[in-house]
């Protein structure tokens, strides 16, 4: 027991003086401006743009659908699964979007300090149930419905982010 | 049987693996009682803290020829502690008995090997290393060498004798000097494990089987020997000695140093330490040290490693500690000196030290570290500048004066690097480049850039992180190292340092932190447009912000005239959302140029690069901004009271017609017919008639937004045209260029609003140059091209609200006459002499002219030899009309040959003459030639002293005919005019038309004009008629009621009379001395005939001129003459004949 909160404590503390080093202020802009640059960047590829909405694409359950996200934690653990996805992909316009996510869930770890709420961070997840046999068969398909996701969860992120979402 | 001896530990406490094996045939051997090949009563080494680590058989081994194979030796193990041999014998039976022997016994009777085993420092295998030392004879018989071990799986505190199945069997690898090793894999897990094990060395028949023992591995470890052995002189003046430990065994090691100085006198020592240095204390110049080192495990049983290579350190005699520094520009470094000279060592109170031996270091900055030992430090380094080839410092330890030849060496290197990393504007790349300019004086190193990446931002002040990684950076073309990161994470912090390295060590520059996203050069703004807003007349330029990034932008515009060397103008624009911006331009019709560009607005980041330049294009923005500046010329006609007023102006700049005027429209406004306009179109100059007492003109310029509202008005009034309000005007000459006008002025009622300067060379109507000046200008300059040599008129009109009132006119510079005057003092001299010459040469043409007059006139043909004048009386003449009328009976009518032209020149008639001594009057009458009405050409004349009419439809005819072609006669016919004109009604249109054509003032008002004395003279006319080629000559010769005012009016020859055709002289058939022709130089129709030409020469030209017609004017004030009975003639000739004509009379003159 001792360990453990010794452990989560340690976990934190970078996050804890980054907190205090960046002001709070600056850390929301630039997660802000950090979801509305994976937004352009989503729309800056060019295959994603001729995606029909309307169409439903099924068989790819493991990628998170579009529901509302109230908390940041669940921000993080869906992030997480999006950062997963994308990093095996072999696509190399993903890599850039992947490594921003990272930057994106460190700056939602550094809101959940400053609203004194510190959660852990997700770790390595297992394997996706689906995905190694998306990647193979569908790739295309897996491609564009994660970014198609990824974009509308970001978008309905920045929205939730003007309302000091909880922990 | 077979008899096995077993060695037994329990006799070998204290060094259990200094054992020797030794061996001996059974006769010689106690008989024990073994169970089958299997002794049951093992050694336990485990029972003991001192293991068995080495089992280590000294054996003197004897050939016995007469053993049998199978025969198995009894052996037994020694230790050099314990000289005595534990042997247990097993006998098929199974019992077992221990037994003591002397080992001296095993010595001198069997063989012997050595064996060492031990576990590797891996604690992966264990080894066993065997080395027989038999007899030679003994030697030659194969050697195989088996290992036979059991290691259970469960950890015993107790071992049993293990089963003789249980045993696994190892072969050793002998190589050919009969040494064998013998591996054995141990497991990790199997370390504490007993390891039971005998070995069992066949060779020549004979089986040497040890006795069984067992060992625990862990407790055998045998490191591998100390590796980085150095040796460096501390500041202290100590020799430290120092090795790396080994990482692999699992505890710790104590060390054992042995080394030895060999100075004037040897020291050797053997310390056992557990750190991995060693200080020897009084470390002395001028020896040196030799150094091994090996170790061995700190905390229980283990085997000491094999000893190091020796390493051999030499002092020289003066130690420099350390003797070589490398480090970074503001650092603080010491140097240490022992130095010894001779035999003695310096104190180190009397050392002193130099840098470069160059400058003495000072005295502060050394301090003494005990009796030898002296110290310097140095500073606040700066770095080291190249000396030729060297690039380091050397420090010097010298004693007073005196310094040895050895040097330390100080390395000061400039590593304050600068990194500079940018963001491309797609984020996605960061750039970092630096420079090796500053490093480059340090050979032999090596530069690489490390960086830390924190997961997000900078720490407030960077650090080196041990944890860092390498990046790959490429040396550029312009010197600086460039490292791409891509991809990157946009809100790490990228804590980056360049490292040098070097064999004196490595030093790093002091770290830089970046975020990339605080680093972003964005891409330049897009679909950057420009144009001169229409009506607005602001330049407008707008673009697109670059799609990254997503931070608010601020924006820099640059605009400028299109040029080769544009002007830059800068505009900011702080709003992000602005996506436009409005300029006001001073000039609305020019092509500006435009560029933006854009950055983050917080500051962060870089400018990104200027957008293509975009372009306005020349149009229309806004209704001219006023008319153009006009002026009149006036031409007045006073015959018709009426004035034709030519206005002019100048083209519309584009700075007031914004941009390009379509048309240009003048607006008329007078009292009697109001308003209106006209369209000019393109054209700068527009004449209309000047009726009215007043006439306002304006004239506005139209572009394709509208007309312009600003415009000049311009009355024209007579009454205000006699206003004169200007007293004086004065022209100054400055120089060619530059002319100063200076004015007075007298009081007016009227409203002066401006003047009008206008200027142009005197007697020319050259072009007229104006300028427009304000009212409170009381001197003005102009600057235009003056011809010194030429007068110039200037005219200063004042123009009034009310109108253009009176101009005052000069027509020379007034100071320019004077100096002129004073300074051509020159002229005094040459005038008077040009005034005589011309006198006597005048005076002389007189006399000529008297001579040739007279000459001439003696020439004159008796009239009456002509053929018309057959039967005349010249004495008594009766009438014209009956003189012509009798000649037109006798005469036939030939072909005209006159070319349908018409020449009008001007004549004289005498209006009545008696004799050719009688004084006539004359006037001046036109001679009208049109050769299209001349199929029958006639003449009339009313001789009533004072008129003269020509008419066609006359009775009157005057014919010329040439009845004896082959006899030479001149037939000419004197028309004498008076310069009234007649009363015949139906001629009058003829003759106005083509007196309105000679003499038209209006078409040439003063260009190549007869002179007043030409219309003044007496003039006569002459008809001479070729016999060779008689025409018709009827001219209508009529005198209009115009005639005597144009005469009055001296009334001049158009210009394009004059030019169209020239009239020639054809020549005379029969000239001789009967005819003279005189010609007026003033009458610009006729060739000017030398007095000097002969008239043979100009028979030639009969042939080429069909008629010759002359007018001869005489000269004279008077208007009565005697009369001369002359015929002048007078043609048109052609082209070719005009050519041969010049050529001739330039040959005659």
Known sequence: MRCGFLCRFLWLWPYLFYAEAAPIQKVQDDTKTLIKTIVTRINDISHTRSVSSRQRVTGLDFIPGLHPILSLSRMDQTLAIYQQILTSLPSGNVLQISNDLENLRDLLHLLASSNSCPFPRTRSLKTLEGLDDALEASLYSTEVVVLSRLQGSLQDMLQQLDFSPGC | ?1149
């Open chain 2, 1 to 1149: 049987f077979i008899y096995v001896i077993t060695a037994f530990n329990l006799a070998y406490p204290s060094t259990p693996w200094r054992f020797k094996l030794f061996c001996m045939p059974p006769n010689t051997t106690y008989d024990f009682l073994l169970p089958a090949g299997i002794p049951k009563n093992t050694s336990n080494l485990n029972g003991y803290y001192e293991p068995l680590l080495e089992a280590k058989f000294n054996s003197s081994g004897t050939y016995y020829s007469n053993l049998t194979s199978k025969t198995t030796f009894h052996c037994c193990i020694w230790s050099e502690e314990n000289e005595n041999c534990s042997v247990q014998a097993d006998n098929i039976e199974g019992k077992a008995f221990v037994s003591t022997v002397n080992s001296l016994v095993f010595q001198q009777i069997g063989a012997n090997w050595n064996i060492q085993c031990w576990m590797k420092e891996d604690l992966e295998l264990f080894i066993c290393y065997i080395e027989p030392l038999f007899n030679s004879s003994f030697k030659n018989y194969d050697l195989k060498v088996h290992l036979l071990y059991v290691l259970p799986e469960v950890l015993a505190e107790s071992p049993l004798v293990p089963q003789k199945g249980s045993f696994q069997l190892v072969q050793c690898n002998c190589s050919a000097h009969k040494c064998c090793e013998c591996h054995v894999s141990v497991p990790a897990a199997k370390l504490n494990c007993t390891l039971s094990m005998y070995l069992k060395i066949t060779s020549g028949g004979v089986v040497f089987q040890s006795p069984l023992m067992s060992v625990q591995p862990i407790t055998i470890v045998k490191p591998d020997p100390p590796l980085g052995l150095h040796m460096e002189i501390t500041d202290s003046g100590d020799l430290k000695i120092s090795w790396s430990s080994s990482t692999l065994v699992p505890f710790q090691l104590q060390y054992e140093v042995k080394y030895s100085e060999n100075s004037t006198s040897m020291r050797e020592a053997d310390e056992i330490v557990s750190a991995t240095s060693l200080l020897i204390d009084s470390v002395l110049p001028g020896s040196s040290y030799e150094v091994q080192v090996r170790g061995k495990r700190l905390d229980g049983p283990g085997i000491w490693s094999d000893w190091s290579n020796p390493l051999i350190f030499t002092t020289q005699d003066v130690i420099y500690f350390p003797p070589k520094i490398l480090t970074s520009v503001g650092s603080n470094v010491s140097f240490h000196c022992i130095y010894k000279n001779g035999n003695k060592i310096v104190s180190s109170k009397n050392i002193v030290w130099w840098m470069n031996l160059a400058e003495k270091i000072p005295e502060s900055q050394y301090n003494i570290v005990g009796d030898r030992v002296s110290k310097v430090t140095l500073p606040s380094l700066n770095a080291t500048r190249l000396r030729g080839k060297f690039a380091y410092d050397a420090v010097y330890c010298c004693k007073e004066h005196e310094c040895h030849h050895r040097y330390a060496e100080l390395y000061v290197v400039d590593v304050n690097i600068n990194i500079l990393c940018e963001t491309d504007g797609y984020l996605t790349k960061m750039t970092c480049r630096w420079s090796t300019k500053a490093i480059q004086s340090l050979a032999g190193s090596t530069l690489q850039l490390r960086y830390h990446r924190s997961s997000l931002y900078c720490s407030d002040v960077p650090s080196i992180h041990t944890t860092s990684e390498p990046k790959d950076c490429h040396l550029q073309r312009d010197g600086f190292y460039e490292c791409i990161f891509q991809p990157i994470f946009l809100l790490s912090g990228y804590t980056m340092w360049i490292r040098i390295n070097h064999s004196l060590g490595s030093l790093d520059s002091p770290p830089t932190c970046v975020v990339p996203d605080s680093m972003v050069k964005p891409l330049p703004p897009s679909s950057v447009k420009a144009e001169i807003t229409a009506k607005i007349g602001l330049l407008k330029i707008s673009w697109k912000k670059p799609i990254f990034p997503e931070n608010n932008l601020q924006f820099q515009i640059r605009y400028g005239l299109n040029g080769k060397e544009i002007q830059w103008k800068m505009y900011e624009v702080y709003d992000a959302k602005s996506k436009s911006v409005s300029l006001p331009v001073p000039d609305l019709c020019a092509v500006y140029v435009a560029q933006v560009r854009c950055k983050r607005l917080d500051g962060l980041g870089y400018w990104s690069n200027w957008s293509t330049p975009a372009y306005t294009v020349v149009m229309d923005v806004k209704v001219p901004i006023k008319g153009p500046e006009f002026w009149r010329i006036i031409h007045e006609d006073s015959t018709k009271k009426e004035r034709n007023v030519t206005l002019l102006w100048k083209p519309l700049m584009k700075n007031d017609s914004l941009c390009r005027v379509r048309r240009y429209v003048v607006k008329h406004h007078t009292a009697r017919n109001g308003t209106w306009s006209e369209d000019v179109g393109n054209h700068t100059k527009f004449t209309f008639q000047w009726t009215e007492q007043t006439h306002t003109v304006t004239v506005l310029a139209v572009n394709s937004i509208g007309a312009s509202f600003a415009n000049f008005n311009l009355t024209l009034s007579w009454p205000m045209s006699k206003v004169n309000i200007v007293q004086s005007l004065n022209a100054y000459p400055l120089n060619s260029s530059c002319v100063i006008l200076s004015w007075m002025l007298s009081l007016s009622d009227y409203n002066l609003i401006y003047f009008i300067l206008e200027w142009k060379i005197l007697n020319e109507d050259n072009e007229i140059k104006w300028r427009k000046i304000p009212s409170s200008v009381k001197r003005y300059y102009i600057h235009d091209h003056f011809i010194p040599i030429e007068k110039y008129q200037f005219s200063l009109y004042p123009i009034f609200m009310e109108g253009v009132g009176k101009p005052k006119i000069i027509n020379s510079f007034t100071q320019d006459d004077i100096e002129k005057h004073q300074a051509d003092a020159g002229l005094y001299v040459i005038v008077p002499i040009i005034i005589s010459s011309l006198t006597l040469l005048l005076g002389a043409l007189l006399i000529l002219h008297q001579r040739m007059k007279k000459l001439f006139w003696d020439d004159v043909p008796n009239p009456k030899n002509c053929s018309w004048a057959q039967g005349l009386n010249f004495q008594k003449p009766e009438t014209f009309e009956h003189l012509f009328i009798k000649h037109t009976e006798s005469v036939t009518f030939g072909p005209l040959l006159l070319e349908p032209e018409t020449i009008s020149e001007d004549i004289s008639v005498d209006t009545s003459w008696k004799n050719k001594d009688e004084k006539v009057q004359t006037a001046l009458v036109p001679l009208l030639l049109a050769t299209a009405d001349l199929e029958k050409g006639s003449i009339c004349i009313n001789d009533q002293r004072n008129s003269a009419s020509f008419s066609e439809a006359g009775s009157t005819k005057i014919t010329c005919e040439d009845e004896g072609r082959r006899q030479p006669s001149v037939k000419y016919a004197t028309l004498l005019c008076n310069s009234k004109s007649s009363a015949i009604d139906d001629e009058q249109g003829l003759i106005n038309s083509s007196v309105s054509k000679c003499f038209s003032s209006k078409n040439s008002p003063s260009k190549d004009s007869l002179s007043n004395s030409s219309w003044e003279i007496e003039t006569q006319t002459f008809f001479m008629l070729s016999d060779q080629h008689p025409n018709i000559i009827s001219p209508h010769l009529t005198f209009s009621e115009e005639l005597d005012k144009l005469l009055t009016l001296e009334g001049n020859f158009s210009e394009e009379n004059n030019d169209e055709k020239s009239v020639y002289y054809l020549g005379v058939t029969s000239m001789k001395k009967e005819s003279s022709v005189f010609l007026t130089d003033e009458s610009g129709v006729l060739c000017p005939f030398p007095a000097h030409c002969l008239f043979t020469d100009i028979r030639i030209l009969q042939d080429s001129c069909s008629h010759l017609v002359e007018n001869n004017f005489n000269l004279g004030t008077s208007g009565q003459k005697t009369f001369v009975s002359y015929m002048p003639q007078f043609q048109t000739c052609s082209i070719q004949t005009q050519k041969i004509m010049e050529n001739k009379m330039c040959d005659l003159t």
